[in-house]
């Protein structure tokens, strides 16, 4: 059988780039830590006819006929979303990160107000207060940054800035960021100086499912996840929060800033956190963690100075500038042309500029959901200082991107059938 039979017809430019991109996703080891493979169950969720369907408004209060359905399905959504966090009320309809991450600003505080985010080039979201972005320009961002020493989290510092700048929130939860969050911490400080504790666990909420990370919840007074990071579900996101929030946390998604929600995408999110409660998802969520201390000892071994020392979740921050003499652009170059996909990062004080930083941020989101393990991870470590040795040497590195895809044959991506191309 033909496969994207009807795409074949209608516009073959597009299905052959799908098809394209399906191969490069199975012949390569993807390690950029935001991303990583949906379930089968999730594309055929998203792929559904729920995209037709206009639903603005909330179940029972719509402003169109026919939600029948689509009612079904967000309620279903959002009791496993209040069940998954432990939250009272839950908003499924946001459109991704950032504006959910919007809404529950516009939600709670006024224009002007004082945010504290942790720094862009310490490891914080652009929408945690950065200077370019709407979160930076709409409210005063006081951004909090890492400890010069131990490039952790210093709770003590962050507690006297916050007496000092008095925020009405502050932000917690990174994207670049390789140790455990201790959420009380935070609780303990908004309640010091009498703000907001709003989480944003887009990157471990994987984690958080699965038992490997604690969760901010139900201390938190709001809280944002995208989907499709280590949860694995569709491009996404939603909003919880506490029951005094939840009606203007609605009103600012709708009418404040969305039209109507995404329902294809709604129901992906129902699947997503329902897998996520199965015993296999909590042993992914194990092994997501053990790859990344597996890989991070590898590369340890191999000279690579790892920021803060190694990792406690998904995600490793390793230098390279210092370490090797290459920054981490070129770095990230050498290992795409051997085929392991990463994205070159700023290291905490980066002497260098943001667009020619010194480091590598990589994950194990992905790779783990193929089924590898720790002795994939001693490969990949070696393959990686040894691209990285080499990196103007186009032989070795295509000598590597084989070996990486004739290993990668053996690690199923889940959501893609290789059979399909034949
Ligand atoms: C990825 C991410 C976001 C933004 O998500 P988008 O869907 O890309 O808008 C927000 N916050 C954090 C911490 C993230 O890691």
Request: with cysteine; glycine share 8%.
């Amino acid at each position: 059988m033909t496969y994207l039979p009807a795409l074949k017809d209608t516009d073959p430019t597009i299905r052959d780039l799908i098809i394209t991109e399906e191969k490069r996703e199975w012949d390569k080891m993807r390690l950029i830590p935001s991303e990583n493979y949906a379930s089968h169950a999730v594309m055929e969720a998203t792929g559904s006819c729920l995209t037709n369907k206009y639903s603005e408004g909330y179940a029972k209060k719509r402003y169109y006929e026919g939600q029948q359905v689509v009612d079904e399905v967000e309620l279903l959504a959002i009791e496993r979303a209040k069940e998954v966090f432990n939250m009272p009320h839950a908003n499924v309809q946001p459109y991704s990160g950032s504006p959910a991450n919007m809404a529950v600003y516009h939600a709670v505080l006024e224009h002007g107000d004082t945010i504290m985010g942790l720094a862009l080039p310490h490891g914080g979201h652009l929408t945690h207060g950065w200077k370019v972005n709407f979160s930076g320009k709409t409210y005063h961002s006081s951004p909090y940054e890492l400890d010069q020493e131990t490039e952790l989290l210093n709770y003590d510092k962050i507690l006297e800035q916050a007496r000092e700048v008095k925020p009405k929130m502050i932000i917690a939860g990174y994207t670049a960021y390789p140790r455990t969050i201790d959420w009380t911490k935070f609780r303990e400080i908004c309640d010091e100086v009498g703000a907001y504790f709003h989480a944003d666990t887009s990157h471990i909420t994987g984690l958080i499912a699965g038992g490997v990370h604690p969760s901010p919840y139900p201390m938190a007074d709001t809280g944002i996840t995208t989907s499709h990071k280590t949860l694995r579900g569709p491009r996404g996101a939603l909003i919880v929060c506490k029951e005094e929030h939840a009606e203007k946390i609605d009103k600012a998604i709708m009418p404040g800033l969305q039209g109507g929600p995404h329902n294809n995408t709604t129901a992906a999110i129902a699947v997503a956190l329902k897998e996520s409660q199965t015993p296999e998802f909590k042993a992914y969520a194990a092994q997501i963690v053990a790859n990344a201390k597996a890989l991070a000892e590898k590369l340890n071994s191999h000279g690579f100075r790892l920021v803060t020392g190694g990792t406690d979740n998904h995600l490793i921050l390793f230098e390279t500038q210092a370490s090797k003499g290459i920054s981490g652009r070129d770095a990230a170059k050498a290992l795409d042309t051997a085929g392991i996909v990463t994205n070159c990062n700023t290291v905490p004080f980066d002497p260098n500029p943001p667009f020619k930083p010194s480091g590598v941020r990589i994950g194990t989101p992905a790779i783990t959901s193929r089924g590898m393990k720790e002795d994939e991870m001693a490969k990949l470590g070696d393959w990686m200082s040894e691209a990285i040795d080499n990196a103007s040497d186009e032989a070795v590195l295509k000598r590597i991107a084989g070996e990486v895809e004739e290993l990668c044959q053996s690690f199923p991506c889940p959501g893609i059938t290789p059979e399909n191309w034949q």
